[in-house]
């Protein structure tokens, strides 16, 4: 099985600041996918960002960006600007080119100061 | 629409009790998912739904016992739990066969005494 692996529980920034979330997964799949999602305290998991990796232009999403690097495999998330609401678990996730399985980080908690 | 939704938002049940969980998307999503998700821990997989068929069973105690009736409603039967279930049981729809994120509903706060 894939293994997704987030290396920071916790994180801090300041508000306005721009913070940079890891992930590095392992896969020997050529074709596949890499998300990350966020999820604040009690409410809903929502999708952050998504990668294609048959793409090499990172993805971006408004204040949220991705640093790809496939050789490395790694997938860092980086959050520019950054706002009281970015305050949330943000998970990352693999998912192969078959099957429908999910797999998931164990999650960095993010922490923004006012 | 993207919603998945999800209820009871909350049920508290004891070690005897039967219970559902249900869930419902209307995005023509063909694959249906069960996650058990514990405080500040990633999702759990559980069960998986693809075309109305059980496609992935990760293990699960048979006091869980899934049901898709539809493609657009999933169940969770809970019979017999103990108090280590208690847990955010999250579902997930996405579409099959192609490679498309999740989308999450949020999520029954369960908790067994």
């Known amino acids: 099985a894939q293994t997704v692996t987030q290396s920071q529980p916790e994180m801090s920034v300041q508000e306005a600041e721009t913070v940079t979330l890891s992930c590095t997964y392992d896969?020997?799949?050529?074709?596949?996918?890499l998300f990350w999602y966020k999820q604040p305290p009690s409410r809903q998991m929502i999708l952050v960002i998504r990668?294609?990796?048959?793409?090499?232009q990172n993805a971006t999403e408004n204040r949220f960006s991705v640093n790809f690097q496939k050789a490395a495999k790694s997938f860092s998330l980086k959050i520019s600007d950054s706002q009281l609401g970015d305050a949330a678990m943000y998970f990352c996730?693999?998912?192969?080119?078959?099957?429908?399985?999910?797999?998931f980080g164990t999650g960095t908690s993010l922490t923004v100061i006012p | 629409d993207t919603e998945v939704t999800q209820t009871p938002k909350h049920l508290v049940m004891g070690m005897t009790n039967k219970k559902s969980l249900k869930c419902e998307q209307h995005?023509?999503?063909?694959?249906m998912y069960w996650y058990k998700q514990k405080a500040k821990k990633p999702p759990e997989l559980m069960f998986v739904?693809?075309?109305?068929?059980?496609?992935i069973n990760e293990s699960v105690p048979s006091r869980f016992s899934p049901e898709c009736p539809n493609s657009s409603l999933l169940n969770l039967h809970l019979h017999a739990l103990q108090p280590e279930d208690s847990a955010l049981y999250l579902c997930?729809?996405?579409?099959?066969?192609?490679?498309?994120?999740?989308?999450f509903g949020p999520g029954t706060r369960l908790t067994v005494t």
């Open positions: 896969t020997s799949e050529s074709d596949y996918y």
């Open positions: 739904y693809s075309y109305e068929k059980l496609s």
């Open positions: 995005m023509g999503h063909r694959a």
């Open positions: 996730a693999y998912r192969g080119n078959t099957g429908n399985q999910f797999y």
């Open positions: 990668q294609e990796a048959y793409k090499q």
């Open positions: 997930a729809s996405s579409r099959d066969g192609l490679i498309y994120e999740q989308y």
